[in-house]
């Protein structure tokens, strides 16, 4: 296996989605499943269809960021759900009433 030849002049993995076949030097993204069902936090408003905000979610004993999709836009400081990931550190998110993860504020 050799690694793609990015725009930079670097060698590194291009990113595919995981439904498309292999093919020499591109590696497929795999669906990050441990932050689904978390609740988190937005860091950044999403703006819905507009862009992604970003969430922090207690996950992994630790606290990660993820880049948060929405259908509807959210405010910051809104409480979030994940509801599923899109892989690359990108998940879906909706409204959600109550405290985040482990009943501790998050930021």
Avoid: C, H
């Avoid at 670097?10 to 595919?16: P, T």
């Amino acid at each position: 296996m050799r690694a793609a030849l990015l725009p930079s002049g670097r060698l590194g993995d291009r990113v595919v989605p995981s439904g498309l076949r292999w093919r020499e030097g591109l590696r497929p993204v795999f669906r990050d499943t441990a932050p689904i069902g978390r609740v988190g936090v937005l860091l950044l408003a999403t703006r819905g269809s507009a862009g992604p905000g970003e969430v922090l979610v207690r996950v992994r004993g630790g606290t990660e960021t993820y880049i948060a999709w929405s259908d509807q836009p959210l405010a910051k400081g809104a409480t979030v759900l994940i509801i599923d990931a899109r892989g690359a550190r990108n998940v879906d998110v909706i409204e959600w009433i109550g405290t985040p993860d482990n009943g501790d504020e998050i930021g």
